[in-house]
């Protein structure tokens, strides 16, 4: 059975590196061969997949660190659809909330389908699909 706390945590500074436009925690919960991959509904082509960890935080920490406005990630209702010793799949909802110039928004909110593995005694991410409900 997977550590489900160390794979939350995983999530949670996933969530956290976005939100506090932290290149280094970004880089922290990704594996060096992860993948990632994003849909937009409404957007017909997909974006990526970004193969490699590098690649992937090349994607992401541009975009947030860019962003004037607050944003947090919120991931919830974590379910594991997959629970072995060594890896794990969980499925989860984002609901991301912006604050800007005084004013909260729900932004968007999405799915992720997330893959882990233990490698080295951590929990990283291999795999990542987010699918979002609406343009972000």
Do not use: C
């Not at 500074?13 to 976005?18: E, L, M, P």
């Not at 947090?72 to 594991?80: D, G, L």
């Amino acid at each position: 059975m997977a550590d489900r706390e160390q794979i939350r945590d995983v999530l949670a500074d996933y969530g956290w590196g976005n939100d506090a436009k932290d290149e280094a925690a970004l880089n922290s919960v990704f594996h060096d061969d992860a993948r990632f991959a994003l849909t937009i509904e409404g957007v017909d082509e997909p974006i990526g997949p970004f193969e490699g960890r590098e690649a992937i935080v090349g994607f992401i920490y541009p975009t947030v660190r860019d962003q004037t406005d607050q944003r947090r990630h919120v991931i919830v209702n974590h379910r594991f659809v997959v629970d072995e010793p060594e890896r794990a799949r969980v499925r989860a909802y984002l609901v991301l909330l912006v604050t800007d110039a005084g004013e909260l928004e729900a932004k968007s909110t999405g799915v992720y389908d997330v893959w882990f593995a233990l490698r080295g005694g951590a929990w990283k991410i291999t795999s990542m699909d987010l699918a979002l409900d609406r343009p972000f």
